[in-house]
């Protein structure tokens, strides 16, 4: 038997006229109100605010769309975010990273990344995520490849999905179809 799903959704007729706001603002933004702002509405200056964030992240920031993925799916896997996982790494394949990388990945082994600034965000992932500051090569590496902004970002991605597959897998989203 399945776990209950344990998003609390509002019905429409019953959000505060903030929560509308923010409502509106996410379906304007991205067409359909996705699963971690059905958590995140509750608190509606915190769904806003992240949706910013993840807005820019996603969109806006100085890494390629495949990086953004890769950096998702290394995240989802720390956190056993089976939701996120399943969704990002079906995107990473589509945008052209073998599927042997995430099943490295998964397993805990090293992934093999030819390109050389995917490599640095799987490396600074990698020594985020562990306890201490990490390999003075790594970070240098890191730095050289992506910049400082890049690093930043790659960063605040690790952070905002780390709240997104935390959200979803408290919540018992279920697995996309």
């Not at 495949?66 to 089976?82: F, K």
Request: a neutral charge.
């Amino acid at each position: 038997m399945a776990e209950a799903v344990r998003i609390k959704d509002i019905p429409e007729s019953d959000l505060t006229p903030e929560q509308a706001q923010v409502f509106r603002d996410l379906i304007a933004g991205r067409g359909r109100l996705l699963a971690p702002y059905r958590i995140w509405i509750h608190s509606p200056k915190l769904a806003a605010a992240l949706q910013t964030i993840g807005t820019f992240l996603n969109k806006k920031s100085s890494l390629s769309e495949r990086e953004v993925e890769l950096a998702i799916c290394i995240i989802a896997n720390h956190w056993q975010g089976e939701y996120v996982w399943a969704v990002h790494t079906r995107t990473c394949v589509k945008l052209g990273i073998p599927q042997s990388v995430f099943d490295a990945i998964r397993a805990g082994r090293e992934p093999a990344l030819e390109n050389e600034r995917e490599r640095a965000v799987y490396d600074l992932a990698r020594i985020a995520m562990a306890p201490g500051g990490g390999a003075d090569e790594v970070f240098d590496r890191a730095e050289r490849l992506l910049g400082r902004n890049g690093m930043a970002e790659v960063l605040a991605l690790l952070g905002y999905y780390s709240s997104v597959a935390m959200a979803v897998k408290l919540h018992r989203v279920p697995l996309p179809a």
